[in-house]
C-alpha cells in the first residue's frame, strides 16, 4: 500500500482495533495514530467500520472487469473462479492489511454481520453480471451465491494461512465444487 493518509489511517486503525478492540477504539484515536486529524479521518471513512471495508469497491470492480474477459461460453461457476482467480495478485499485495482486519472481524460480531452484508451485496453483483451474459436468473443466482461463499471460505482459510496459495486454495475449491455436483 502507498502511504497516504487513506493508509496510514487503515493501518492505524487495525493495529488499535487490534489492541484495543473495535468497540473500544474511537475515530479520534484513529486519526492520531496515523498523524492526522479526525476531519481528515472523516474525509476518507464515514465512520470507523468503512476504514476495514474501504476495498470492497475495487474488488466488485476487478471481479466484474475479469468477468467480462471471460469467454460467453464458459459456464457460470467457471467464469467466476477465472474472475477469482484474476484478483489473487491484488489480495496477495494486499495481505498485510487483510490478515490483521479478519482478525478484528472475527473478534467482533457487529463486523461480522457487516461482513455477511458486504459479501451479499458483491454476490448480488456478481449475478447480475452473470444475467447480464445470459445466464437465467436463478442459476445466475446459485452460481454466485455458491461462488462467493466458495471465495470467502477459501480467502478466509488462506489469510489464516499462507500454504498452498490461494489460487491453488481456488483451483482446489472449484474442483471441490464440481465433485460435490
Do not use: Y
Given at each position: ?27 479520534a ?98 449475478a ?9 436468473g ?44
Amino acid at each position: 500500500m502507498a502511504d497516504t493518509a487513506r493508509t496510514r489511517l487503515q493501518q492505524a486503525a487495525v493495529e488499535l482495533f487490534g489492541k484495543q478492540g473495535f468497540d473500544n477504539t474511537t475515530a479520534a484515536e484513529i486519526a492520531a495514530h496515523a498523524g492526522v486529524t479526525e476531519r481528515t479521518f472523516f474525509r476518507h471513512f464515514a465512520d470507523k467500520r468503512e476504514v476495514l471495508f474501504d476495498g470492497q469497491s475495487v474488488l466488485l470492480g476487478a471481479l466484474l472487469a475479469a468477468v467480462e474477459e471471460v469467454p460467453r461460453d464458459a459456464p457460470p461457476l467457471s467464469t467466476l473462479f477465472r474472475a477469482f482467480r484474476s484478483v489473487c495478485p491484488l489480495l496477495e499485495a494486499n495481505r498485510p492489511f487483510s490478515e490483521p482486519r479478519q482478525a478484528v472481524i472475527a473478534a467482533t460480531p457487529a463486523l461480522q454481520e457487516r461482513e455477511l452484508a458486504k459479501m451479499a451485496a458483491l454476490s448480488e453483483a456478481l449475478a447480475q453480471c452473470l444475467r447480464a451474459r445470459g445466464v437465467s436468473g436463478d442459476r445466475a443466482a446459485f452460481a454466485a451465491q455458491i461462488g462467493m461463499t466458495a471465495f470467502a471460505h477459501v480467502t478466509s482459510a488462506w489469510l489464516n494461512e499462507a500454504s498452498p496459495g490461494l489460487t491453488e486454495r481456488l483451483d482446489r475449491a472449484e474442483q471441490d465444487l464440481r465433485t460435490l455436483i
